[in-house]
């Protein structure tokens, strides 16, 4: 059943971008250098997320996230939650740039983690990836809400993926960041307990 308004961490919609062979993941590995380091053990499944969110003061608001998910329907995976570093410009939100060259922080992160069997979620954090929206740089609980309702959202999606595209997540939840995203990750650690 549906609610009439809706709840931080509902799935608005979902876009698929692609599917990532091994071999084309190993050859990228390849040129930034990253072969062998964990080599990959399933394609996988790129998609981009909308999803609601508690905004300042209670109000709902619209986040958006990347997620990689390994091409194994019958497995449940731990689900990976990458806090990217510093960014200014909306257009480097990893929904928008996906798993490419334009991003490598998050093309490396995407090709050791979602093919070695972690569900690899990229949440833009609250204002990223719109032009319109102002991101509150180290504001402690815009990070939990925006990884706990990413979270909330990408569960959502397993039900709604089914056949060759369906996935399976385990109750193991890794979080990880770099830079503003370690600052993110201690906030969501903090929030999620």
Same mark, same amino acid.
């Given at each position: 059943?549906?609610?009439?308004?809706?709840?931080?961490?509902?799935?608005?919609?979902?876009?698929?971008?692609?599917?990532?062979?091994? @071999?084309?993941?190993?050859? +990228?590995? %390849? $040129?930034? !250098? /990253?072969?062998?380091?964990?080599?990959? *053990?399933? &394609? #996988?499944?790129?998609?981009?997320?909308?999803?609601?969110?508690?905004?300042?003061?209670?109000?709902?608001?619209?986040?958006?996230?990347?997620?990689?998910?390994?091409?194994?329907?019958?497995?449940?995976?731990?689900?990976?939650?990458?806090?990217?570093?510093?960014? @200014?410009?909306?257009?480097? +939100?990893? %929904? $928008?740039? !996906? /798993?490419?060259?334009?991003?490598?922080? *998050?093309? &490396? #992160?995407?090709?050791?983690?979602?093919?070695?069997?972690?569900?690899?979620?990229?949440?833009?954090?609250?204002?990223?990836?719109?032009?319109?929206?102002?991101?509150?740089?180290?504001?402690?609980?815009?990070?939990?809400?925006?990884?706990?309702?990413?979270?909330?959202?990408?569960?959502?999606?397993?039900?709604?993926?089914? !056949?060759?595209?369906?996935?399976?997540?385990?109750?193991?939840?890794?979080?990880?960041?770099?830079?503003?995203?370690?600052?993110?990750?201690?906030?969501?650690?903090?929030?999620?307990?």
């Amino acid at each position: 059943s549906s609610s009439a308004t809706p709840d931080p961490g509902d799935l608005i919609d979902y876009n698929y971008q692609e599917m990532i062979p091994i @071999s084309t993941i190993e050859s +990228a590995l %390849s $040129i930034i !250098g /990253l072969e062998g380091l964990l080599p990959p *053990i399933y &394609s #996988i499944m790129i998609y981009d997320i909308h999803f609601e969110s508690q905004g300042h003061e209670n109000t709902i608001d619209t986040l958006t996230g990347l997620v990689a998910i390994p091409k194994f329907s019958t497995q449940a995976f731990p689900i990976l939650s990458y806090h990217h570093g510093t960014t @200014s410009l909306d257009d480097e +939100a990893p %929904s $928008i740039t !996906g /798993l490419g060259f334009s991003n490598v922080e *998050i093309l &490396s #992160i995407g090709f050791l983690s979602a093919p070695s069997g972690y569900i690899t979620i990229f949440p833009d954090y609250e204002g990223m990836g719109d032009p319109n929206k102002f991101h509150p740089y180290h504001i402690k609980d815009s990070y939990t809400r925006s990884v706990a309702n990413m979270l909330r959202a990408v569960k959502e999606l397993s039900v709604l993926l089914t !056949g060759e595209e369906g996935f399976q997540y385990n109750e193991q939840v890794f979080l990880l960041g770099y830079s503003e995203g370690g600052y993110a990750t201690l906030a969501a650690q903090c929030g999620l307990e």
